[in-house]
C-alpha cells in the first residue's frame, strides 16, 4: 500500500514537469538555415540571415537595459557552422535592442557586394533618437571575409558590444570600426587584409586599417593583426590596448602599428603588447601610457607635434630591438613646430639591444683637474635643448687644499657646466631630467 503511494507522488511529479516544459516558451535561438540561407556559399543567403536577425530583434523581451533599449533575454542568431555568401550588408533594421548573439560560422561578401560597405553593419537602417542604438551585443565564433569589397565589421553609436574570437579578413577599408558609443570589447580575434604569416613579398602594398576606434573607453584586448598599412587607429580617450601584436605592414614600408590622432585628452594605455617592424605614432599627446611592451626590428615610438604639446607621457619598462643601425627608441617629429610645453614626460626604465637609447633622464660622470666640468646629454636626452633639473655629486680628490666652492652654471643646449672656484681635482656625478 505504502509503495503504491509513492509510486503515484512520482507519478504526479512527473507529470507535473512534463506539462510545466510543454507549456514552456520556446528557445529564442534563430537557425539562419530555417529561413533558407545557404550554409554551402553557393547561393546568396543575405536576406535570410536579415530575415533570422528581423525576427530575433521583434522579441518582445523582459524588460529594459539602458533608456529606450529592450532586453532580448539573450536571444541567438545561429549561423550552424556554414560558410554564407553575402551580397549587401547585414545591417539591423531597428535600433534600440540588446542581449542578442550572433556567432558560429562564417561570411563572405560576393562579388556585388557594394564597395565601402561593412558586411556586419551594427548601425540601424533608420536611425533613431536614441542614445544609443544597441547594448550588450556580442558577436562571437565568426570569420568575415570581405572579399576586398569593403569592411569587416562596424559598430555605431553602442553600448556594451563584444567582438570576440573572430577571424577578419581581405577588407579594403577597415577591419572592425567603432564609432562613438562606449565600452566596444575586441578581444581574442584576428585581423589581416591579406592571409600572411609575416615576410609578405607583396607587404609593401599592404593598405586599409586593421581596427579604428573613434570613440571613448574602448578595450583591444589579445588581437593580433598580421597585415594591414595601419594596425589600429585611435582618435577617442580612455581607451586600453593589451597583449595585441602588430606585425602590419612595417616602418620601413611606411606602416604603422598603432596611431593616436587626438586632439585634446589622449587618456590611453598602451601595454603588454608586441610590435614587430612597426610602431606607435602619437600626436601631441596628453596622458598617455607605453609599458611593458616589446619592440622589435628597430620598432619605434614617434611623438608628433601638431600643436607643441607633450604631457602626462610615461614610456618606461619596454624591450627594443634592432639592427644596430643606431635607430632612436623615441623620436620626434616636429615638422609642424617644435614641442613647447612639455609636462610630466616619464620616458625611462627601458632597455634596447642594437638601438638607440633616449631617455628623459640621463646620467653620466665627468672627471678632470681644473674649473669647469662639462657634460653633453644631447645623445641620451629625448627633447632638444630641455633640462629641467639637474642633481649632481661633486667629489673632490682628498688632497685638495681647501673645500672647493662649486656651482651649476649652464644647462643650455642639453649640456650641463659645473664649475669650481679654484682648480680641483674631481669627479662629478650628474643625472639630468627633462620631465620633472
Known amino acids: 500500500m ?19 516544459h510543454a ?17 554551402t556559399g553557393k547561393e546568396d543567403s543575405t536576406g535570410a540571415i536579415i ?11 523582459s524588460g529594459f537595459l539602458m533608456n529606450g533599449i529592450v532586453n532580448l533575454g539573450g536571444a541567438r542568431i545561429d549561423l550552424d557552422g556554414g560558410s554564407y555568401s553575402i551580397s549587401r550588408p547585414i545591417q539591423f533594421p531597428v535600433s534600440g535592442r540588446g542581449n542578442l548573439l550572433i556567432h558560429g560560422g562564417s561570411l563572405k561578401a560576393s ?8 558586411l556586419i553593419d551594427l548601425s540601424p537602417a533608420s536611425p533613431s533618437g536614441l542614445e544609443y542604438y544597441y547594448e550588450f551585443v556580442t558577436l562571437r565564433d565568426l570569420l568575415v571575409d570581405c572579399n576586398y569589397r569593403g569592411g569587416g565589421i562596424q559598430v555605431a553609436k553602442s553600448l556594451r558590444t563584444n567582438i570576440d574570437n573572430c577571424y577578419i579578413t581581405h577588407f ?32 609593401r602594398s599592404f593598405t586599409g586599417t586593421g581596427i579604428e576606434l573613434l570613440g571613448n573607453d574602448n578595450s583591444i584586448n589579445d588581437v593580433v593583426i598580421f597585415s594591414a598599412a595601419l594596425g589600429i587607429l585611435i582618435t577617442g580617450q580612455a581607451n586600453i590596448i593589451s597583449e595585441v601584436h602588430c606585425y602590419n605592414k612595417a616602418t620601413g614600408f611606411g606602416g604603422t602599428g598603432i596611431y593616436l590622432k587626438l586632439p585634446g585628452l589622449t587618456q590611453t594605455r598602451i601595454v603588454n603588447s608586441y610590435f614587430d617592424f612597426t610602431g606607435i605614432v602619437a600626436e601631441d599627446p596628453v596622458q598617455l601610457t607605453i609599458s611593458n611592451s616589446f619592440f ?33 627608441i623615441v623620436q620626434l617629429d616636429q615638422k609642424m613646430g617644435p614641442f613647447t610645453k612639455v609636462d610630466q614626460v616619464v620616458i625611462d626604465g627601458n632597455n634596447v639591444n642594437g638601438m638607440n637609447l633616449k631617455s628623459t633622464i640621463a646620467r653620466t660622470s665627468v672627471q678632470g683637474n681644473g674649473v669647469s666640468w662639462v657634460a653633453d646629454f644631447n645623445s641620451a636626452l629625448v627633447f632638444p635643448d630641455l633640462i629641467k ?15 672647493p666652492i662649486h656651482v651649476l652654471r649652464n644647462v643650455s643646449g642639453n649640456k650641463v657646466v659645473i664649475q669650481s672656484h679654484a682648480p680641483v681635482h674631481a669627479n662629478v656625478f650628474i643625472t639630468a631630467d627633462q620631465g620633472a
Do not use: C
Open 2 to 20: 505504502e509503495n503504491s503511494r509513492i509510486a503515484m507522488l512520482w507519478l504526479s511529479f512527473i507529470t507535473a514537469a512534463l506539462g510545466d
Open 23 to 39: 507549456n514552456a516558451a520556446p528557445p529564442q535561438v534563430f537557425h539562419v538555415t530555417a529561413y533558407g540561407a545557404d550554409p
Open 51 to 61: 530575415a533570422a536577425i528581423s525576427d530575433a530583434l521583434e522579441l518582445p523581451g
Open 111 to 118: 562579388d556585388s557586394f557594394p564597395n565601402g560597405g561593412y
Open 172 to 203: 579594403s577599408t577597415v577591419g572592425i570600426s567603432v564609432k562613438g558609443g562606449h565600452e566596444t570589447s575586441v578581444r581574442h580575434s584576428y585581423l589581416g587584409q591579406h592571409i600572411t604569416a609575416g615576410g609578405d613579398p607583396g607587404e
Open 296 to 328: 622589435l626590428g628597430d620598432a619605434f615610438i614617434v611623438l608628433k607635434s601638431i600643436k607643441g604639446v607633450v604631457n602626462g607621457v610615461n614610456i618606461v619598462d619596454n624591450m627594443f630591438s634592432g639592427s644596430g643601425k643606431g635607430v632612436d
Open 389 to 403: 633639473r639637474v642633481d649632481y655629486t661633486f667629489v673632490a680628490d682628498a688632497a685638495a687644499a681647501s673645500f
